[in-house]
Structures are given as C-alpha cells and as structure tokens.
C-alpha cells in the first residue's frame, strides 16, 4: 500500500464508502506480515516511499519463494531483489514472473517498470571490473524510475577520459562514483560537479585493497565537498539513496 | 564569484557595457590565486555552487589570515572556516571581522549570512556528547541558507524519544545523524523517515569504539535504505551535503 | 555425575551402604576421562550444573565417535554436540543416536530431552539470515530445559516490528539479539527491557561487515545497560549463558 | 518514577484519590524532560527498574549541573554518574550533595544509598592495575543494593592465588572478571564456577595489548561456558548487568 | 657437513692426508647450491648446528624432487620437510624414500632418525583441534633426537586437567603450549613451571578469532615470565627452537 | 601512437604533405576509444611513454578480445596483459596472437618484443615461494627492451647468499627486492648498493604474515636509503617502474 | 623462599630440629601474602627458581611502597622494579634503598645483587633509539647473575657492521636482538647463529610502524629458525627468558 | 670518505705518494667508528655515494653532539640531521653549526651546500599542510645538489589547479606527490606523466585517516604505472630517493 492508496482509502471512509472499522482493520494490517522466517513489510511504501526491496544473500530459494509469492499476491506489483544467487535464480524462474541480470545478481519479480526514467543520474566507474557494482546501482535506479546514464572506465589514471565527459557529469542531478584499488574517482568527480557525489568502494583490487577497505577510507576521507559513502560493493544502496535525491 | 556574478558579468558583455577582452580577464583569473602554501579557489561558487571553505586545522595563523584577506578583498562576502583552534581564532580575531563558535570550532570571516533558511534540515543526535559534531553540520548548513531543527540526545537505548519525534522527522527533506558509540542512529532514523540520512559517526566512546570506527562501521552497514556516511566527527560535509540535498 | 548423583553418593556413604574407599575412588575418577586425543570431563556436570559440550568443529568424525561411544557409556544420558558438519553427521547417525539440525548444526547424542521448559528466554533476530545463529542459541537453551520464544527478522531499519513485539519482549527473563550487519538489534532491545540482554553479533553482510566486526564492536558499545555481548556467531554460548540466567 | 511509585499511583486512582486525569497527566510526563542538550530519562526506574545513570565524560560541567538538579528536583532520591573528570566533580561539589570515588571515577549525587546489599557478586581483577575498573562495577553494584566480593590480584600467571580463593568463587551468584594484558583469568574463573561470568577487558599493559584489544579478543574467544563480555574499561556496564542477573 | 665433518677434515689437513688446496675447494663449496630457483644452504648443519629444513608450501613437486635429490646425493642423510600438501607428498612418495604424517603435514626425506631421545620436551595443547599444530612441534623435535612428551586437550576451561598433569609439566626442560582461541594456556603454565615457554597460537577458532589474532595477542600479553611466541600454526619453529633450548 | 610517431605527423604538416585538418582529425582521436565497458588508451605511449597495459584480473574473456582486437587493429604492435587467468588465455589463445607464461600469468598479446635489452635490473627474492611475483616483475621489464638478471632465493635467514652476490648487486642501475614473511630482504639490499631498490611484498608466508601485511609493514619501515615500496605482489607495478628508472 | 632455603627447612625437619607442624606453618604461608590491592607471591623463588617481580607502571607510589617494606622484611634480599616512573622512584629513593636507571626505568629495591655474571647473553639493537629496552633487558639479565654483553647499533642497513661482529655473537649462549622499524634484526642474526634468538620489538619509528606492530609482525613472520618473539617494548620479558635459557 | 676521495686515495698509491700500508689503514678504518651507542657509518658515502644521515628523533641532545663532533671531525664536511626537535637544535646550535628549518626539522651540521641544483624534482601537495613533509623532501633533495621546485596545495578535489600545471609536471625527472586525507594526488599526477612518482601519505587528516593509514593504503593500490610508495610522513626518504634517480 503506497501513500496514493491510502489517501484513497480514507477519503472512501470520509465519504462513508468504507467503515471506519474496516479501514481500521486494513491500515492494522499495514505494518508487516509473519512469515515465522521473515516479517514483510509491506507498508515500506507508505513510509518510505518505496516497495520493499529482498535482499537475496541470505535466505534459501524457497524463503525466498515464499516471501515473493506473499509479496505479489497482495498490493505490490513487483519486488527487487539484491544479490540474488544464479541458482536461486533458476530456483525462481519457472515459479514467479522475474528478469534477472546475471552480472549485477539483480533480479525484479513481478512487473519490470517500463518507461524513460526521470531526471538524471550519472553513474560512473573507475574500471571495467566495476561495472557489476555500477549495474547494480543501475538497475535499481532504473527499477526506480530514474534516467541513467552510464560512464564506465574513467578512473584517474587517465584524467582525459574524465575531463572529456565534464560536460556529461555537469548535467548530473547526482552522480555515483564505483571504483576499487585507490578509490580516488569520487574526490575527482566530487571536485568537478556542484551535485551529490554518492561514493561506492569497490572490492576490486589486491594485496593493500584489503577488500575494499583502501578504497573505503580514501573516499571517506575525501577532501572535496559533497561526498558521502556506502558500503563495500553496495550499489544496491548508491542506487536507492541516489533515486531519493534525484526525485526530490 | 558565483553563478549569478557569472551570468551577470555575461550579460553585461552582451549588452556591450563589458569588453569581450576585460570579460576574458577577469574569467581568465578565475582558476585560483596563488599564494605559494595556498592555491586559492576564488571560483569555487562558480563551479560547485558555493564559495571555498578553509580548513582551518592544518594551518598556521598566519597562513590562515593571509588567505582570508585575499579572499575577503575580492567578491567574497564571507569565507567560512572549519576546525580553528581558539588559539588561531584569538589571532585572527582583531585582524578579520570573525564569528567564532568554541564549541563546534566553526568560524565565520566577513559577514555572517542572515535570514530565515529554507527547506527543512533535521540533525539528530545520539547523547550530548555529539552536539560539538552536530553543531559543526549545523553552522555550516545555516551558513549557506538552509533551516535547520535540532533534535539531540535522542540515542536508540531510549527509543522512545525518538518516536516522539517521529513528526519532526517526517518533515524533513534531508536528515542528518550524528552518533558515536554504537552508531545505531542512523538505521533506526533511516527506517522511519523517507528522505536521504546522512550519517556522521563521531568520536564520542572509550575502549572497542576504536576512536569512532565502531559507529562508522555500524553506519556503513547499515540495513535501512537511504543512509549514506561521511567521516569521523565531519560535521563539516555532513552539513555541506545537507545543503545541495536539501536546495534541490 | 551431577550434583544429585554426588548427593546421593554421600549420602549412601553416611548411610554405609557405600564404603569409605569406593566413593573415594568414584570421586577420584571424577576430573576426566583421558583418550589420549580428548580428556573428557565428565563432571562437568557436578562442577557447571550441565553436562560437558563437544566442540564439533575442530575434531574428526572418528575423535567425535570415540567421545560420544565414551560419554554415552557412562552416567550421561545425553550430549550436546555444536558446530557439526553434515559430513560428520552422517558419518555418527548410523552409529549412535543423534538428533541433528543441519541449519545450525546443532546435534545431541543419546536421548533428546523432552517437555515444556522452564522460564522464558526471548531470542530476537535483525534478519533472516540470522537465523542460523539464532536456532543454535534456541536448540542449545530447549536441550537444557528452556522455554524459548522465537521472535526473528524484527531488525531496527523498520523499528514497528519490534515495537508491536514490546509485549513479547517485556515477560523475557531474558533475550537472546542476534544481528549481523550494524548490530543495531541489541541497543534498541536493552532499551526496551529491564531484564539482561545478550548480543550476538553475526558474520551476516558483506563489505564493511568484515565477518561480524561491525555487529560486534556495535554491540560493545552499546549505549544501553543490560548488554553483554559473545563471540560472532556465536550462538551457542549465548544460549548456555541464557540457560543460566533463566533458571536462577 | 519507578514502579513501586507507578503501581502507588495507579492504586490512587482505583481509590479515587487521584483523578484519572491527573494521573494520565503525571504519566505522560513521563517519557523525558528536555534540556535542549539533554532529554532525562526520569522513568527508566519505571521501564527498566533502575533510575537513569549519567554519562559524565562528555558532559560540560555546567551541562551535568543542569541535568541533576532538574533529576533531584523531581522524584529522584539520587543519580549515578560515571567517568566523572576530577575537575567537573570538584565544580559539582559546592553545588549538589555528592559522593565522589576519584580512583574510579564514580559519583553518586543526592542520598548515597545505605545497607547490607542483596545477594553475591564476586569481583576479581588480574592485577592490581585493574582496580579502578573493578571499583567502577563494585561501586555501581552497591549503589543498586547488592552485596560485593572483591578479589584483587589474582591473575592466571599465578594460578594458585585464583585456586585458594575457589570457596569465595562458588558461593558467588554472577562473577565479574576484570583483567588486561591477555585477559585469560575469565576463561579461567568460568572453568571453575556455575553462575554467569561477565569479562570486563581493561586498557592496561602496553604494546600488543593495543589498549585492551588483545584482552578483549582473548574474552570473547573464551573456550569456556557461561561468559559474555562487555566494552574495554566497562565496569559501569559490568556492575549494572551484575546487578540485574543477581536479583533474580 | 656438520661440524664433526668440518673438524675432522682439518685434522686430516693437519695430518698432511689432504691438501690445503683440496681442503680449501670444499669448504668454498659449502656455501650453498644454486638450482636456480633455490640456493640450497648444504652447510647449514655447520653454521646452525642443524641441517637445513624445506619449506615445502610454496614449492611445486617437481622444484622439492630438484631440492631433495640434489640434497640426499651429497653428505645429508636426511630432510625434514615443513607443510608439505599430499599431492605433493604423492608424487614425492615413489621418486625418494620419504616418511609423511598427514596430519601435521611433515616429511621426512631420506633416513628418519631413530632412538630415545633426549632431555624432556613437553608439549601441551588447550584442545584436540590444536593436535595437527602439536604434531608439527613434536616430530620436528623428535627429528632432531629430543624426547617429547605429549599433553592434549589441558585447556584452561578445565583447569583440573592442567593441575592434575603438574608433575609432567615440572619434569619439563622446556614447554611448548599450543592454543587457539583466547590462548590462555600459556600463561597458566608459565605460572607454574621454571623453564622456557613457547608459546604457539593457533588459528583454531571462527568469529573474533580473526584467523589466531586474538591467541597471538593473548600469549604477547602473557603476564607470566618466560613465555616467548612465535608465529601462528608455527609448529615447526616452536619444535626447533625448543631442540636448541632442551640440548643446551 | 608514441612520440616518435606523433613528431613524424606534425612534421609532416609542416612540410604540407598533412593537411592541417586531417592531422587535428587524428590527433583528436587520440584521447582514447570508447568500447563502452572499457576506454583504451591509445595514446599512453604518447603522454607516458610506453603503450597501455591491459589489467586481466577483472575483465571476462570476451571483453579482453574486443580490447585486444580494437588496440592490435591500430598502430599498436603489441599489448602486455596482467593477472590473465589461465582459462581466459585457453580462450584468447586460438584468437590473438599470444604468449603467455603460467607462472607469473604475464601475456603478450601481438609481436613479443625480442633483443638483449639495455641497462641492468636486478630482481631478487628472498624465497622460491616469491618467483612468480618476480617473474612478473622480470617479463614486465623484458617487455619493454631492458636488461634483467635473476637472482632468486637469497633470503636474509642465510645472508652470505647475499654476500656473496654483492658484485651482481653493485653493477645494477636499480633492484627489485621481492619478499614475503619478514620481508627484511629490501633493508639489507638497499644497505649494499648506491642504486634505488623498489620492494615487493608478497602474500608467501601464513598466520601473522596476514596475506603479505607483515613484508609490507617492514619495507615501509625501511631504515636504508633509496626504499620504496609498491602493492603486496604487484610484480608488474615494480617492474614498469624500474623500466622508467632504468632508461634513464 | 627458595627451593635452597625449602630443602634446608625440609631438612631440619629430617633432623628433628624443626617440628612437622612448624613447618607445615611456614609451608603454608607459602602461597601469597595478601595486601588487599597486592597478593604477593613470596615463594615464585619456590616454584619459578627467582623472586618474584614487580611491575611498576600500574601501581601508586604508595601501593609500590607497601609492597616493597613487605617483601624486604621477610626472606627476600632484593626486588626488581620495572617500568617504574621517575616520580614514583624519587617517592620510594628516601623510603627503601633503591637502584634505579632512569633510561630503562628499571629499579632495585634492596641489596643489588653484584659479582662476574655467568654463561654469556649477547644483547644487540638495531640503532641508538632501541637502546632503552635493551637496557631494560641487560639489567633483568644482570640481576639475575648473568653476564651481558652489548652489540648497540648494528641495524641492517649497514650489514657490515652486524658481519663485524660475527665473532661475538657466535659466542652467546643466547642473543637478544631488540630493533624498531623494519625488525629485521632478529632474522638476520638467526640466520649467523646456533643459539636460541628472543626477538624485541621496539615502537621506534614512526607512521606505518603503528607503534611496533611492523616490527612484531616482521620479527613473528622470521624465515630463519630459532627466534621467538615477546611484546613491543618488553626488555624485561626478554631478558628474564634469556636468564632461563642461559642458565641451562 | 666518497668515491672520488677513495679514487685519490688509490691513485696516490699508484704514484708512490703514499704507501699502501697507509692507504691499507685508511681504508681499513672505513667500515664504522663505534661510539658505544652509535656505531657511525663514515664511508657510506663510498658504499652508497651519499654521506650517511642522522635520524635525530630517537636520540638524546648529547649523543647527537658526540655524533656530530665525530662526524666533523672527519673527512665529512656537513650531516644531515632529521626529525630534530627544536630542543635538540637549541641544544645543538651554540656548539655545532648548524643550520635548522623548524617546520620540517631538518636540520645541516657544518657547511650548507651552496648552488644550483642538478636535474628537476618537482614536489606536489595536496594541501598546506603536506608542507611540513614536503619541505622535508625538499631540503634533502636540495642538499644532495638537486633543483627542485615546490607545487603545493594542487589536491584533486580542485583538479584544474593541477591541470594548469601539467607543464611544470611534464619536465620533471621525477615527482614528489605528498598527501594526506585520501591520497589520491599521486594517482592523478602518475597519469599525467611519464616519470617515476615516488608517493608520500601524511597523517594530515581526521577521524577515518587513521594517522595516514587511508592516504598509504589508496597510493599502495594506485591503479597508474610508475608509482611507489615510502612510510607515512617521510618526507626525508623520498627526498633521498628522488636524489638518487634524479642524478641517473
């Protein structure tokens, strides 16, 4: 139930279509629903604006299955899920209606929202070997209903491959920065655009990246104006943090 | 100068009461000013918005005063200053017109910004120890315009006090969390308002807080959509962040 | 031998029926068990309350077969055995009794115990992926005669499923909060309730989680009274702990 | 308010001594009272059954002045405060009645609560550089009303001073082990006792110990039952768990 | 060539029944083989009083065959290899005579050494998945004619197991306390004996064990004396060191 | 396109032979070209002076074979490839002229440059264990026409191995030190020589080497002149370098 | 009490000179005498085969007093202080006849044991800043009647002037090698020795050294056999293991 | 002694100017004098073609004196002296000549090398206050006879600064990039040009910069060629290093 199905529902009871009692027994019903194994939240969409999202890392195929065919059979037309394992995946597909992207490990059951997408939201890598993370934060802007586009492998070390696309960052309502090793792309980006820099450390790299913890501390400490950092690997949340900015 | 400067000086090239060459010039000046230990940014406005910000912490007095009479004899109204130590503020204080907050050790040179604020920034705090942090994201937000309500000591032990707040929050368009200890603010707030959370850990904490890597960490992870996290104690980019967020 | 079966010991000593000399030797027999690879202490019992526990995971199944075929053969009617691989598993189940849950590789040798429990021991989790840890905390406290309440997937990111819980948390002796991720769970609880709260952190996450870090500095430093906090994932310890609390 | 007071009320009000509507009113009051800086918690007695404690490290002097006068002021007999600077005890000291313990840093403000004490908690520290914290649990401990066993200086290196001592250690109804360096006497003292051990790491030694790290490490990965462990230098969160588990 | 062969060479010098010059050639000789890949020390046994040892883990089968073959040919009659994998071991087996234990992963290349033993090694452990680590310190020990002593499974958890073995451990020349988890076994020891401890954390463990971290940290604390550490899993060198102690 | 090239085009302009518009064509093609998962930077040799270098680790074969394809097609003669897995080579080998080294997982994608190379690298390790990273270093630097000598296996547990290669040391114009564990190999070389000495760490070693941690603290504590130090096993990183420092 | 002076008691009881029951007296007072702050252990001469130490840096100048007057007024001739602070030694100079060394904060309480000194310990640092703890060493190693012998300033970087020395160490029983930064040191020596080698880190040095940590790890991690590692900073721990193993 | 002294040294003996007993003993002196504390390293000038250097911070005022009167005393005309507290140099200037800068502590004994310079090191900084470091590697660069030129606060969040700079960059022999906060300067200047860049993290920064640790980490994992890396804040090695390969 979103903010619009509310609004409606209790202009129904204003207008004396629905009984107080009723409407009261539907919104008691908002804040989740039990599982045992989860608790669904199913009202996220009033609160926060958005469905919720299934992040698929730890639950089995089944609690997932579970969880998706609760999810679909009421108000929710479709449900993103994160880090959904290929055999999950394939767990999944011959049991709800489902895109999933291999690379990103993104998936979307239900409807896939069509359409051009508003504003604009620039998501940017350091290198090749970042662009699952990228797809991620792509695909749930997208999912979103926000335009993106796509500036893959202009990390720093070749500063021309930025500096051509200034034109392409300046019209930016935010931007995501997804880069491993050194991390450096968010200050770069950040020190070139008056928006949001929404930084993503990567894991990719060796040795001294420990993970993506070298590119972690070097975008927390970046020293250009703007920036702000999620997890590891987190395009998921770059991608959702990035669709409340670029609506507002 | 900033944008509108710029589009002014632009103007006036088009009505032909500014040469093309001067207009060049004083374009061409934009880049920074050099002070040999400092490259001053004097178009920062330009390009990001909003003028420089000294970071006070790593200069000396001295270095400090020169570049703020640079800047305040150009276009700049007012230059604001982060981290100065009350002892580089007792120097420059007869020196610069200068507004000096002890507690979050902000210091505003020139003219300090007046007015009611715009939009509706909300800064929550965990216990009274953050408040030096909050401060800092709050002067600075203030500085540039915005409006912004406190909300401190309103810590997740006693959830309670957050719930009562639960109107406040919601009318926010952008929130910032500050917290140390265990940094739980931020998921809690995150789960309750549909707007960006900024996350600021602070130091606040003794033993297994490791200087304030307990809350970052916590708040990196955090399992509620929207948060996003800066530095240590950065009150600073918290508020700076705030700021672009909460203008759009 | 428990503390009972000591009692009696003495008592038939007192009595004559049992001379002087044989409880001695009973007695002296007492410290433990030594298999050369294993020195079984098999008056834990006496000295704990509770029977010893087999650390599964560090031994091979033919070392865990001789310690089961040794406990089993004397006064223990049953033993608890943790971290169990299902190789293992299959290796013992044909060839003594075992009850074994592959989820949280919890396993007892001999004869399960059966019946209500006793008191109340709450065992709350952020996720779903914590359950795991959670059904380790919970099989551990119901085999030493507990009543355990499951209340899971209640993390703080949306703070109404645990408020709607309050009720449930509110009659616990004690809680069992099992969280990965930010580790927020147990903070929020300890506040809620006025009764010890034991934090489990878990290697749920990815990232910045780096294996349960995050959870676990969270939780140490909670800024609530009533926390306590156990290795990650760790749930048996949790459970054991919760047994002696509850009971007291 | 706690909830003798809170049950006293509400038995006015079947009485009829009290209205409802006053009653409702002291209720609501309940939550907190703002200080702007602070929100008191005045009936975590009544949530929690113990009055608020005071955080005194990162309070001004002037700050903690506001906050306890407002607490006496109400129904308050007397307040703890922890991590009480010399500087601001010696401020308070003119000012409101206080008991002030310079070694751990403890203060009690108001009536210093009288007795016997309830029950046995046995506190034992690894040397006696442990003793402040140790002082910091025994105080709060006894605040609450509970009785207190100190036993200092019995560190593992000397395992004979712990063994004389195991009479004093099964009588004990929770024990809190206080050490630094490698912090082994919990795992120890857990070896030998049936009641719930809690490890409080402390920030002395030098080098590897990493300020306690190393003691905080060796706690959590205790290979014995029944121990749960809290912040490095926690003798607060140490004596008021103590304080819970012991009531039972 | 050891130092019996050296001298006896000389003598022969001495004695005119072989030259200065062919002398000569075959001390120069003694430095060490280059292969290549490896520059083997033939003449260790002379400097260190030991013959060389393989590090077999980050060697290929067909570069350890180059190193054993080139080895046995000239005066050695055996070589102890280090972490040698079984497939290594494998295809070692039928291209020259070799001893291997599975468990602790040594080799014996060439003749094992066979006898009493000397002087009295004990080596303790605090569990049975320590054993493989254990293993390691005592056939290298053995391997090099020390008698040694085995006491697993004495973990501090059960303290009686260690007081019950006290005699063995004063018999003791030199100890070896091989630990995992929060590795308190070697202060406990250490207080108890009056030789050398060595102490060898292992990565026996999971969680905050972060992979033997917290028994390495532990045991640099040891507030015992004469307790020294080496590395993580380190049998080996614990085994090889206590050799040179035990045969003083 | 290097320098020699670009001089050639511009001198060719100048002598009317390239029209001024057809040299600003392909000049501005230079920046890089775009494949949309990857920008190649077809004028590195131009602005560094060495052609582009492709990383393999995190590029799937298909993508490596269009980057491949698209640089081979134009001016460039060959393209040095890192980290290649040995199925992306079975993949890439059928396609593109290749040679590939399993060891260090060095390819050379095109002609292999062949000649005696110039100057004189020297590349020590101290183990076997670190061969693959020098070979990286060493077919890196070959690659780019220099001279390298090996001299592997010269650890400082064995130092006259050392000593007596202190003439192949002394005749180098820069060395590349390649150590695990200690890493202490780096200080003693650069203690030898009057020439920079570029180290690398590496991941051989176990328990406190910490996947190379240890060697990299050490080298960055270098107390010798003339020490710097690149990523744990980055042997390509030290070799490109020692490239630069070689021609010089 | 020592084991002399306990043979001698055990003895006169033989004679009939003392009567069993005085002597199970004085027997049992052997354990410990409790200050309430201190348990003394007055017979680790007994158990340990030397007097039992006292760790200076966690003590009040009155706590230290206390336990001095004890120790010197039964059978104890002398005390050995370390890390004692110069304000505490000026405190206790006038209180008890003191020795004390201001550079290693190492005091003597009592009569300072004097004569040749026997077997021979050799004592080497890596530069002038290590001195400190390896002064704290020699004086440990001293007291306790062993002969030392200094090797200061013979890091690595200058290999020569450890080879220099080469005739000196291979005369020790057992070397202590005491080095900051890289830590070296230690390898280098083992590698030239036959003896037992206890590796020191210092927290000389500065940034990446993180107080040591480089140095422990590097030392942890040594490729040459025979070196054991104690705490950063901790000359005493070494110089009383190297009295053990000397004395052998 | 340099090499162009030990040059006419030698070729006085082939002239018969002095004997080659003297020149034996000259030469035989060379090796270190040992000053009890310190052993000096008088020919390192001939080993390593430079005078050998004072690391000033672990020294005591007298031990520097008695170090630097040898030193004088000798064939060395001045010494470089660094990390000399202005104690130390107030101690040291009425009895040496001494020339002291007190931002960068570097000190020069005797005759300050006057002239030009060779060669082109430039040194960049990220900020003003990576000038204390940089002036480190500046005067040592310069005492050794290189011409430098200082670039400072060109950091990445304001790319254009370093971008107008590019030619200034484009003629150095080598660069000096030091940076605190997230270091990412040395990557972006490696792209830029074809030189070796010698990488210097500083601890300038807060909270998640770990005393330099973000700044190492990101310059470690620089994803451009030709970068190596020296200790947080040794400004003094890159210097020396720079000095090195400038002069190739």
């Not at 999933?100 to 604009?120: C, F, M, T, W």
């Amino acid at each position: 139930m979103n903010k619009e199905q509310l609004t409606a529902l209790l202009e129904s009871v204003e207008k004396g279509e629905v009984s107080v009692r009723e409407a009261a027994e539907r919104i008691s019903l908002l804040p989740y629903e039990d599982l045992g194994y989860a608790k669904i939240d199913t009202h996220r969409g009033l609160r926060q604006g958005e469905n919720e999202v299934v992040y698929g890392a730890s639950k089995t195929p089944e609690q997932l299955l579970g969880i998706l065919e609760h999810m679909l059979a009421g108000d929710t037309a479709s449900v993103l899920i994160t880090r959904l394992a290929p055999e999950a995946a394939a767990y999944l597909e011959p049991r709800v209606p489902l895109f999933y992207d291999a690379l990103s490990k993104i998936a979307i059951a239900g409807d896939r929202p069509q359409g051009e997408g508003v504003g604009n939201i620039v998501i940017a890598t350091g290198g090749t070997g970042d662009i699952p993370v990228a797809q991620e934060a792509a695909l749930t802007a997208e999912y979103y209903g926000n335009r993106v586009v796509r500036l893959y492998d202009v990390g720093v070390a070749g500063i021309h491959r930025l500096m051509d696309n200034a034109a392409v960052l300046a019209k930016a309502k935010v931007v995501i920065a997804v880069a491993g090793m050194e991390g450096a792309l968010a200050s770069v980006i950040a020190g070139m655009v008056s928006c949001p820099v929404i930084a993503v450390p990567t894991s990719v790299g060796y040795g001294a990246s420990f993970g993506g913890l070298a590119a972690l501390l070097s975008m927390l400490n970046s020293c250009a104006g703007g920036v702000s950092v999620v997890n590891i690997d987190n395009g998921f949340g770059a991608g959702y943090l990035a669709n409340m900015i670029n609506k507002m």
